[in-house]
């Protein structure tokens, strides 16, 4: 008789991966019934965002800039794999050890969804019925991996090099399963059988798992009994993942989005002037298009957030705490306005910068409403995933156009933007003012709270620091000798840009031509269209002026704290 006691490395493997599946699956879809942030793969990751030392998360900002969530996602699944793996690896020698390697998974994911902000008792649940359904699948698929030796109705022996030489082992009956012939497989040995056991019709599934018997050597590996539980798994597990997606709330948002009508402002933004965009191939557009605008933020998946059910409410420091309601704002002065964002992770010469039209309420007289205390300097705000994010009442109360925004260039706010409803604070890095999916602000003090980023290394307040880019010609490219065009963009966020100067292989500092702006809210765009560029390489650099007087300084600072510094440089060949 030819069989086998242990199940092939692939089959073991293979069992384990797609009950990981199933795990992921019916989780997902569980999330999709119960509440969509208690998906544990996303709230381990989540977790895993939270708890990476801020270095390495910088690290993984600057390398793999904004894929960085589809790297770390990819991560975790990859380490799911291999765990799932292992796990069905140790099933196929002893079932129990599977389970109990399944049940560290549930607590890990029953752990990270317990632990995200606004979870309950409920959260559990997805993880409890995946790693459920998950110890449901190993079990079975392990058991149906095996066939009973003399059954051979799907069993398959030679074909792929698995089994070992017959060794006679006592079956549990004491019987020993002695020189059996190649084709015994057959026939049933009737001296391996347990006489109690009924002649099985077809395919005989065993009670548990023969694996785990001393005398499993009389049960074959039935390939494909295996792999049609393998694909019926496969198939519970896409259909689960599959329904849990559309159940989680993206269908519904979505459908919400598209049915928002804006309102007018009744505080238009002023015009935008004619010489604002110089509309140079190349060269950052004046209004940066929703589908180029960077993003960054710490949301492995994007908040969904139905307007329908969105509230903010405002407390901490003020007299009356107030909750208001997504009609509520729109039914409040509505306010348009052209603001340059970026983020304080953006190095010299970085992405992670765009200007939007923007259309909100004032933040300001929100907070009135609420009456903000005397004392209070700080507004920490949270989103709908529990981020922090800690604003200088004194800025957001001085009379900018600081904003709960809902609209983003002409449309509702894209949801990775912040859908419904987000902060916008001309002056400020996004990680200390722009709070997306906000659903809570407290009045506070400086000296009683902290955001998000600040014990993570950051700096607790970030106002913008003025800089400036060159977008033509681009870092390391080859260009042809004659007349080129230089040509970038230049912020200072709610001060404004005097003067951009460049200079070209360190030689005398000449005065860029400035596009118009219409507020010192937004950038400006610059040009210098005459050099003439002679073959060789050169350097090119730039520095900008802000309306308070200030130049950018050569020294160049990293990004933590607070904003990097110097000056941007480019190198091209001509030739
Ligand atoms: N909820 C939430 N809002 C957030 C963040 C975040 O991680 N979560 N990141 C902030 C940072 S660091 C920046 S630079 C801006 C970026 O906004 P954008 O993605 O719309 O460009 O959002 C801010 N708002
Ligand atoms: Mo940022």
Redesign the pocket.
């Known amino acids: 008789m030819h069989s086998n006691r242990r199940m092939p490395f692939w089959a073991a493997a293979l069992i384990g991966l797609v009950s990981g599946a199933v795990a992921v699956g019916v989780s997902l879809l569980a999330a999709g019934l119960v509440k969509a942030s208690a998906f544990p793969v996303v709230a381990v990751g989540n977790a895993a965002v939270d708890l990476t030392p801020a270095a390495l998360k910088d690290w993984a900002i600057r390398t793999f800039g904004e894929n960085d969530k589809a790297v770390l996602l990819t991560g975790i699944l990859l380490v799911l794999a291999g765990a799932a793996a292992a796990v069905g690896l140790l099933a196929a020698r002893d079932i129990r050890r599977g389970l109990a390697g399944l049940a560290v998974f549930g607590v890990i994911g029953v752990a990270a969804v317990l632990t995200r902000p606004d979870a309950g008792p409920v959260d559990a649940l997805p993880t409890l019925v995946g790693v459920g359904a998950a110890a449901f699948t190993l079990h079975r698929l392990t058991r149906r991996a095996f066939a009973p030796a003399g059954v051979p109705a799907t069993a398959e022996f030679d074909d792929a090099g698995w089994h070992t030489p017959q060794e006679d082992l006592p079956a549990p009956d004491g019987t020993r399963a002695t020189s059996v012939t190649r084709d015994a497989h057959a026939t049933r040995p009737s001296d391996t059988v347990p006489q109690d056991r009924p002649e099985p019709a077809g395919r005989y599934v065993p009670s548990t798992p023969p694996v785990m018997r001393a005398g499993a050597d009389r049960y074959a590996f039935d390939r494909r009994g295996l792999l049609t539980g393998v694909l019926g798994a496969a198939a519970v597990a896409g259909a689960g993942g599959l329904a849990g997606r559309m159940l989680s709330g993206r269908a519904e948002v979505g459908v919400a989005r598209a049915g928002i009508a804006l309102p007018g402002p009744a505080k238009p933004a002023p015009a935008i002037p004619a010489g604002a965009d110089l509309k140079i191939k190349g060269l950052s557009s004046f209004i940066t298009p929703n589908a180029d ?7 492995l998946v994007v908040p969904q957030v139905d307007p329908a059910d969105w509230t903010l409410t405002i407390h901490g420091m003020v007299d009356r705490p107030v909750e208001i309601t997504f009609a509520d704002l729109m039914k409040r002065t509505v306010i348009e306005a052209d603001v340059t ?5 953006n190095e010299v010469g970085g992405p ?1 910068i ?1 200007n939007a039209r923007w259309l909100g309420v004032s933040l300001a007289d929100v907070l009135r409403d609420a009456g903000v205390q005397k004392g209070a300097d700080m507004l920490l705000s949270t ?1 709908a ?1 529990g ?1 922090t ?1 800690g604003t200088p009442a004194d800025v957001v109360l001085d009379g900018r156009n600081a904003l709960l925004a809902f609209a983003m260039n002409g449309e509702a706010l894209p949801v ?3 859908f419904p409803v ?1 902060q916008v604070v001309p002056g400020l ?3 200390v003012s ?5 659903t809570d602000i407290k009045v506070t003090r400086f000296d009683q709270d902290e955001a ?1 980023w600040t014990p993570r290394g950051w700096s607790a307040k970030g106002p913008v620091k003025t800089q400036s880019r060159i977008d033509l010609p681009k870092e390391g490219t080859t260009i042809r000798p004659g007349r080129t065009v230089i040509a970038g963009v230049a912020w200072a966020q709610h001060k404004g840009i005097d003067a951009v100067e460049v200079r070209v292989d360190r030689g005398p500092w000449r005065q860029a031509r400035l596009a118009e702006a219409p507020t010192a809210d937004t950038w400006r765009q610059w040009v210098i269209d005459d050099w003439e560029a002679t073959p060789g390489t050169h350097t090119i650099e730039v520095r900008a002026t802000d309306a308070t007087g200030y130049t950018q300084v050569i020294d160049r600072t990293p990004i933590d704290p607070d904003g990097a510094t110097g000056w941007h440089t480019v190198s091209v060949e001509v030739a």
């Open positions: 605008f960077y993003r960054v933020d710490t949301a964002l970026c983020c304080v992770s992670y765009g989103s995933d981020w994010c990775d933007h912040g987000r890095y996004g990680y722009a709070t997306k999916w906000v998000y």
